[in-house]
């Protein structure tokens, strides 16, 4: 059983920084493509990032390309989302998801392990 736990968000004004977190459990973490998610209220759970299991392929969503980075550190099992130049529109649920896949899909359907989500949200 895979276990996934998100930490790090908050309140933060527009234009500040904030460093999501997601610990791994259950699994060999290395062998799992990991992607961060996010859903506003009444919208479509959004993609926002993607990484391979060796961390050495990533993508981004058009919406977050340039202001946030995706990164995972095998040896303390975590994932990570920097996210710098924060806008109120990224105002959101975030959530973590995993699959045992090498493709970095950009639909949720493409994971099948979630965790419970952080709020994050910036002010004007």
């Known amino acids: 059983q895979v276990q996934l736990v998100e930490s790090g968000g908050g309140l933060v004004q527009a234009g500040g920084s904030l460093r999501l977190s997601c610990a791994a459990s259950?699994?060999?973490?290395?062998?799992?493509?990991m992607g961060w998610f996010r859903q506003a209220p009444g919208k479509e759970r959004e993609f926002v990032a993607a990484i391979s299991w060796s961390g050495g392929s990533t993508i981004y969503g058009d919406s977050v390309k340039g202001r946030f980075t995706i990164s995972r550190d095998n040896a303390k099992n975590t994932l990570y989302l920097q996210m710098n130049s924060l806008k109120p529109e990224d105002t959101a649920v975030y959530y973590c998801?995993?699959?045992?896949?090498?493709?970095?899909?950009?639909?949720?359907?493409?994971?099948?392990?979630w965790g419970q989500g952080t709020q994050v949200t910036v002010s004007s």
């Open positions: 259950g699994r060999p973490f290395s062998t799992f493509a």
């Open positions: 998801a995993a699959d045992n896949t090498r493709v970095l899909y950009t639909t949720p359907y493409g994971y099948r392990y």
